[in-house]
């Protein structure tokens, strides 16, 4: 009798034993709920020019949205975010590829872009999608056009009124006008020029349209050599930034040279050393201060922009708690206004801009002051 009690009492500690090391699985590996349910991860494209003519600007950008994703990860969100980086080279054929790749293989719910061509590349497809899409870009139809895309830029009435500003300060009154031929600029003068041309003292002197593809800009040299305006009005990318300043240096043009914010761009900021031009507004202090403790270079034209354009994009996902971009849209402007950044507070249009304000910057030393 005892030894079966000995036995069943074993049996029965065996069994006990099983049961509790049942439990424990359980709990280990059973569903979660609440905060302890295993969040789901959000996977964000990003095109940008990465390699190529842009490729400072790209990096630059791309640091920015590499601090933007630390810092909300590090955050008790809804969805736990990734961000996916492709290279474009400032190349509509590549930006094809790039969001094609993104939206049927690495199934995004959303798109971070620069550039206007890049940004008009990928509205049609995330239109189809109904994905959010938010790019950085000088064309601002971008967002007027699309349902699903919103654009951060500049409203071009306020830049007019810079470059305004900037021609009287350095009493420049004859002005020679050279664009690269782009949508972008051509909305820009369709801003600037009609001002211009009503206001009593200002005289356009010349203007030169030039493709992305031209070289050679000995003629336009030429042409500013003998009418040796005030100024120069210089709004084109590069390479041809930097082979126009080249010219302008050859010639011994000592007029001003003067742009919208595309010196920031500029490989060799010491062809336009000394020269004034209308800038996007500076990141706060500190946005500064962290970006530069973390990538050791002060932040550049985007970084600060797309930054901000990634945290207001989570927001409204972590608002509505889905990235439904339907419901995105409802509450974005929301977002907009409550939302305070790189740059502090920023405004929205009714046509889906999102929107700063500028200054006035010169080239020192080869750098941006």
Known sequence: MTKGNNVMKKNILFYLFLLIAACLVMYQTGDKSGDEKEKRTVKIGAVLALTGDLSEYGKAVQDGITLALEEINKEDNNFNYE?????????????????????????????LSTTSGTANVIAPIVEKEKIVHIGYADDNSVAAKNRYSFNRNVRYEDMTAKVIELFNKRDVKDIYFVNFIHSSAKRLMGALKPVVEAEEGFNIVGEDWVNSTDRDFRAIGEKIKRINPDGVYLYVLEPNLTLIGKELQKIGYEGEIITSYLFSYAKHKELFEGN??????????????????????????????????????????????????????????????????????????????????????????????
């Open 83 to 111: 961000v996916i980086f492709e290279d474009d080279q400032f190349d509509p054929k590549r930006t094809a590829s790039a969001i094609n790749k993104l939206v049927y293989m690495d199934k995004v719910e959303a798109v």
């Open 276 to 369: 004034y031009f209308v800038n996007t507004e500076k990141p706060n202090k500190e946005f500064t201060h962290k970006f530069m403790k973390k990538f050791g270079y002060e932040p550049n034209i985007g970084s600060g922009e797309v930054y901000d354009n990634l945290k207001m994009m989570v927001d409204g996902f972590e608002k509505n708690k889905s990235t439904n971009a339907d419901e995105f849209i409802k509450i974005i402007k929301d977002v907009v206004a409550d939302y305070d950044g790189a740059f502090g507070k920023v405004g929205m249009t009714s046509e889906d801009l999102i929107y700063g304000g500028f200054i006035i910057n010169k080239i020192v030393d080869g750098k941006i002051q």
